[in-house]
Every structure is written in structure tokens, then in C-alpha cells.
């Protein structure tokens, strides 16, 4: 029986590691949980091993704890459960999950890692829930340690001489600061502190009521300890610090402001940077492995996710039919087509047909962004945008080569960065807001760009080399997130705190394919889904004060004349932050549990860029929606009827907040749409 192996790393890869033991080579398979803590090549480590020999095989398994191990061999005691399913189980959720949805009883939960279905899945239920034993479970829920008797009693008497000596030193201080009494009559506690007496020992003489006041006792305690107060103002620490995040924020929107007007050269230069950087400077990794399960031939998109841009896609047309953009071309018939071009290309099997069917829906709202922008260089940059973007997708599946994918990687890679507008082409996607009608907007966001989120989502599944070096993308996702929330909160223009809001999104959604991991990959599909949803409600909530003239100047308590835009923008702000009951929920929770598996730095990055978020959005509520209305001279303009919500625009909001919600409070309506596994 091999215990465990000592010895230099040859080779690792997701799914095993080579070990040179005193010039023998063992192979040892491990979990992606194991994989996360090796060391690098050629470096010394040492495994933990279990040695599994049958008549026909002889593999050793090898975890990095004893936690892994143990749960390794739990699992396979349960009937169905083989060495392999065993290992898909550690590599899809981490121990202290696992012994939590065992010892709730989620079957759903437990059914979504890959290979285990309903009836496995309870027989784990039943079979290990009472072998953990309460101390397991309680130490899995809490995410605690529990503590022994000893070391029990040897904190409470470590907190009770800290006590003593914190008490002690709060004394001492009040007595060294006390003043020296003068000679005076006293008659009461106030008169007390009027002559400078000391701090306060019960000794005082009464007031003329005969008792010590509340405010007697306020003014010996406030005399001795002002100076304590005035270095302990929380309120002025907290004001410091938001005026120098707002400060921050206005000097990097003056920088980006630049870049906004520099748009079609840089974007141009930042892509062949990417370009470059991702074939030459920071290669990926060839392999055949995604998240410890090895990758199938072809797949498909989950019907979630083409469910959500199909929705939302009908929601703008409906939308458009009363709150087009003027002009003499309507924008329906461009809402129709792309619409349905989008949800056709994500529905076809064939790769070569979904390209097409996807890039001929983005270079229609080429046309209708050359007919509504005001100025020639917004359109410009949308082309510009759209022909690269396309440009590297095809010329991704001609060089695709499985045994060099450096191209096809570097390709894929500048595409997404691209079409997303991810960090440090955020810029274009900022220029054209105020170009574009909010419904036009919405479209290229909420479809257009989620129909190529699912391409890009498919295309890593086939070639898992796209993810590769992991760190890299990693922070380039939380770099997207952090810099567009920080440019949000102050943004007084609702059309460019939503295009922010969508990019510092885009940052979440390449956190759960780069996370390489099932919960953050079912994560980011639920997020999209989200996202389409959203964006389609949020723009189209825009519509009709966009439509009277108000978006033109600052608006003020827009919630009074458009009640039912205020409502759907609300639960639209909530979805797009994953608030419970929306069904943003189901996806950011995942989203923020990958990230603290990968690294606490990562997810504080995720978790300040939501604060942020949630700040811009109140912000934009209370000042824009819900702020005072306008006087009565003003609002001479907003009584016409162009002012006014047409019902179908209402009816379409209710209807989408509706599915945002049933979604998040029965997350099981999901599960009738099949939308499978990464």
C-alpha cells in the first residue's frame, strides 16, 4: 500500500501529475482541488496517494490533504460510485459544499456535478449523511474549526487579560487627562465640571434636585473624553474616503474621456496588442481537459441561455413599436431580423452556419447604428468593433489546428475582449451611448452581445487552451468589474451608468468561464441569461423619457411622470446585482463562490466592484427617479401627451420584472429548460 509519494514534479496537468520518486516515474491521478495547491515543475512536493488495484488496473489517486482523501474514499463506499465518479465529485465542488448539501439533503445540488444523477445522488444522501457525523457538518456549515475543551479555555482567559489590560489602560488614560481642581463652591455635578474637577468617581455633590442628571454626567464624560471623540469620528472617516474614491473616479473618467475621443484609432491599437500579447507574450497551455472532465466533441447552448436573448429580443421589438427611435426607417424591422437571427445562430448545431447567422445579426446593427448616430466617428468605432470582432472569429475557425491552437486562442481571446468591451477597450462601448437611442442600445447589449457571449462560451469548451494561464484572465475579468464600477458612481447620465453597468458585468461573466470550474461555468450561463433579461427591461425603461426629451438634460423625479419605468428599472437594478428574489441571484451567488475557491484577493476585487455597483445604482434611483420633481414652470413640456408610458411599453416591463422574479423565488421553473452542463 503506497501511503504517500515524495518527490520532484515532472509534469502536472488538471487531471494528474507526473511525480519522479528516486528516479521512478509514478503517475498520480488528482482532483482539480489538488491540482489549484501544486507546486510548480520541477519543484519538491509531496502527495498524499491511494492505491487502487483491481484484476485489471492499478491507478494511485493523490490529494494535497487529508480532507480530500478521506472524502475520496467516503464516496467511493457508495454503491454506484467508482474511483473515477469519485474524483469528477472533488474536482466539481469543494469538501465543506459537498458536506453541506449532504447533510441537507439537496439532491439538486448534489445531481448538478457531472455523472451523478437523482438516484446517485441520494444514495450518497443516505448513505454518508450520518457517517460525517454532527461535528463534520456543523464544522462544513459554519466554515469553523471546532475547538477542543483546552484551547476552549485558554482563549476565554487570553480575552479576559486582554479585557483586564484594555479596561486597565482606559482608566489610566481618563485619570492622566483629568484637570486640577480649583477652589470654588460646588453645588451640583455641572457646577463640577464649571470648575474643572475630574473625571467622574460617584463622589460628586447632587444638583438642587438631589441626584446627579443625565446631563451632569454627559459633561464629565464629554470634558474628558472630547479629544478621544474627535479622533474616533467614524463619519469623518467615511466621508474622507468616499471623497477620494469620487475624486478617483472623476480623474479616470477624464482619462477615459480622452480615450472616448481617440475611439477608432485605439481600438484598432489595444486589439493588435491583445492580439500579440495573447499569441506571443503569454501563450496557453495545450490540453484536453476543462475543470477535470475531459472535454466533448461537440456541445451545444444551453436553452436557458438562448431563452433569455429570445426574450429579450421580443421585449425590445414590443418596446419599439411605440418608443422607436424617430426617423423615417422604423426600428422594428431591425429588432425582428436580429432578433431572430441571434436566437436562429445559437439554435444551429454547425459551427460554420452559427458564425454566420451571428455575425450577419451584428453587421445589421451596423446599419442601424450608421442611421441613428449623430456623429461620423461613433459610427466608425461600431464598425470598427463589429468587422474585428467577426474578422477573429472567422479567422479563428480556419487556423484552428488541434495541435497548435496558439492562433485560434489568440483570435477567440481578441474577439471577446473586443465585442465585451473588456479592459482596456471600454472605452467604444462608452462612446456610443450618448449616440444611440436607449432601444438601440439594448439591443446590441442584451442580444447581440449575449448571443457572442455563448459563442465565446461554447468555442472555450472545445478548446480549453483559450482559458490558459488561468491568473492572467483571472485579473483582466476583475480589472474589467473594478474599473467600470469605480467610472460608475459618478455618472449622472442614466444611458452611461447602464453601458458601465453592463461592462462591469462582462467582468463577472469572463470570471465564470475563466474560473474553469462547473459551479463558476453554470454560473456565468445563468448570469448571462440574467443579463439579457435585465439590459432589455433597463433600456426599455429608458424609452419613454428618452422619447419626451428628458435623458437631454438632467432629469429629476422621473418615477412621477413614468411610474412604471421606475418600477421595472428598480428590479432590473436588482437582477443585474444578483439581489434575492431576482434570478441575478442564482448566478452571482455561483459566481461569487468560484472566486473565493480560486483566492480571497480575486474575490474581494468581484465583491468591491459589486459595492460600487449597488452605490451607483442607488445613487442614479434617488437622485434621477425618486429625486423632487420639477417646478411648476418646468413641467409644462412633461405634461404633453409624449410624456406619458404607452401601455405596451408598461405591459412589457411587468411582464419581464415577472419572469425576473419567478425565476429567483422558483428556481425550479428553470429546470424545465434543459440547460445543461459545462
Not at 491540482?35 to 488496473?57: A, F, M, N, S, W
Not at 406619458?644 to 429548460?673: H, R
Amino acid at each position: 500500500m503506497i501511503t504517500f509519494l515524495e518527490g520532484i514534479i515532472e509534469d502536472k496537468q488538471p487531471t494528474h501529475v507526473v511525480m519522479n520518486v528516486g528516479g521512478v516515474g509514478y503517475e498520480v491521478v488528482i482532483p482539480l482541488s489538488s491540482y489549484d495547491r501544486l507546486p510548480g515543475v520541477k519543484e519538491t512536493c509531496r502527495i498524499l496517494t491511494y492505491d487502487h488495484v483491481r484484476e485489471d488496473v492499478h491507478q494511485l489517486f493523490g490529494f494535497m490533504t487529508e480532507g480530500e482523501r478521506r472524502m475520496f474514499i467516503l464516496l467511493m463506499t457508495v454503491s454506484g460510485i467508482g474511483p473515477k465518479l469519485a474524483l469528477t465529485t472533488l474536482s466539481g465542488m469543494t469538501i465543506r459544499e459537498l458536506k453541506v448539501a449532504i447533510a441537507d439533503r439537496d439532491i439538486k445540488r448534489l445531481s448538478s456535478i457531472s455523472g451523478i444523477g437523482k438516484k446517485t445522488a441520494e444514495r450518497m444522501v443516505v448513505e454518508l449523511r450520518d457517517r460525517l457525523g454532527a461535528g463534520e457538518v456543523l464544522e462544513a456549515a459554519t466554515g469553523t474549526q471546532l475547538l477542543s475543551e483546552p484551547d476552549v479555555k485558554r482563549r476565554y482567559a487570553i480575552l479576559a487579560l486582554v479585557s483586564l489590560i484594555v479596561g486597565g489602560a482606559i482608566y489610566a488614560i481618563a485619570y492622566a487627562a483629568r484637570q486640577t481642581p480649583v477652589a470654588t463652591t460646588v453645588t451640583s455635578g455641572g457646577a463640577l465640571m464649571a470648575a474643572g474637577g475630574g473625571i467622574f468617581t460617584g463622589g460628586e455633590p447632587l444638583s438642587d434636585q438631589g441626584r446627579l442628571t443625565a446631563g451632569d454626567f454627559s459633561d464629565i464624560f464629554l470634558q474628558n473624553w472630547k479629544a478621544f471623540f474627535r479622533w474616533t469620528n467614524v463619519d469623518r472617516f467615511y466621508l474622507g474616503v468616499w471623497d477620494g474614491v469620487l475624486a478617483f473616479s472623476r480623474g479616470l473618467g477624464v482619462a477615459v474621456s480622452w480615450m472616448e475621443r481617440q475611439a477608432l484609432a485605439l481600438v484598432v491599437v489595444f486589439a493588435a496588442m491583445i492580439f500579440v500579447l495573447a499569441r506571443w507574450v503569454v501563450p496557453g497551455v495545450q490540453t484536453k481537459y476543462l475543470g477535470g472532465v475531459t472535454l466533448p466533441s461537440e456541445v451545444q447552448t444551453p436553452l436557458m441561455l438562448v431563452a433569455g436573448i429570445g426574450i429579450a429580443a421580443l421585449a425590445l421589438l414590443l418596446a419599439s413599436l411605440v418608443s422607436g427611435a424617430k426617423g423615417k426607417i422604423p426600428l422594428w424591422p431591425c429588432m425582428l431580423i436580429v432578433g431572430s437571427l441571434s436566437v436562429a445562430g445559437l439554435v444551429v448545431a454547425n459551427p460554420w452556419w452559427r458564425l454566420g447567422l451571428l455575425e450577419t445579426a451584428a453587421l445589421l446593427t451596423v446599419v442601424r447604428v450608421w442611421i441613428t448616430a449623430r456623429s461620423q466617428a461613433a459610427k466608425l468605432v461600431y464598425l470598427a468593433v463589429v468587422l474585428i470582432s467577426a474578422g477573429s472569429l472567422v479567422g479563428s475557425e480556419l487556423l484552428y489546428n488541434p495541435q497548435d491552437q496558439g492562433w485560434t486562442r489568440a483570435l477567440l481571446l481578441t474577439s471577446v475582449f473586443v465585442k465585451l468591451a473588456a479592459v482596456p477597450l471600454l472605452f467604444w462601448l462608452l462612446s456610443l451611448a450618448d449616440e444611440l437611442p436607449a432601444l438601440v442600445l439594448g439591443l446590441i447589449i442584451a442580444v447581440v452581445d449575449m448571443a457572442a457571449f455563448a459563442e465565446f462560451s461554447m468555442s472555450v469548451q472545445l478548446m480549453p487552451s483559450a482559458l490558459t494561464p488561468q491568473p492572467i484572465l483571472l485579473y483582466a475579468a476583475a480589472a474589467t468589474s473594478f474599473v467600470a464600477a469605480l467610472l460608475m458612481i459618478s455618472q449622472r447620465s442614466l444611458k452611461r451608468l447602464l453601458v458601465l453597468s453592463t461592462i462591469e458585468d462582462a467582468g463577472f461573466l469572463l470570471l465564470g468561464v475563466f474560473s474553469i470550474n462547473i459551479l463558476g461555468f453554470t454560473g456565468a450561463l445563468i448570469a448571462a441569461t440574467t443579463h439579457a433579461l435585465a439590459k432589455a427591461l433597463l433600456f426599455i425603461c429608458l424609452s419613454s423619457p428618452e422619447a419626451a426629451g428628458e435623458l437631454d438634460s438632467e432629469p429629476l423625479g422621473l418615477a412621477i411622470r413614468y411610474p412604471v419605468s421606475a418600477f421595472g428599472f428598480l428590479f432590473g437594478m436588482l437582477a443585474m446585482l444578483g439581489i434575492p428574489p431576482t434570478i441575478g441571484f442564482l448566478g452571482r451567488w455561483r459566481l461569487y463562490e468560484a472566486a473565493v475557491q480560486i483566492g480571497w484577493p480575486l474575490a474581494a476585487v468581484f465583491i468591491v466592484s459589486s459595492i460600487l455597483a449597488l452605490i451607483a445604482y442607488v445613487l442614479a434611483l434617488t437622485r434621477i427617479w425618486w429625486g423632487p420633481g420639477r417646478e411648476p414652470a418646468a413641467q409644462q413640456k412633461t405634461d404633453s401627451p409624449e410624456s406619458k408610458e404607452p401601455f405596451l411599453v408598461q405591459a412589457t416591463v411587468v411582464v419581464l420584472v415577472a419572469m425576473i422574479l419567478a425565476a429567483g423565488v422558483w428556481p425550479s421553473v428553470l429546470q424545465m429548460l434543459h440547460w445543461g452542463r459545462p
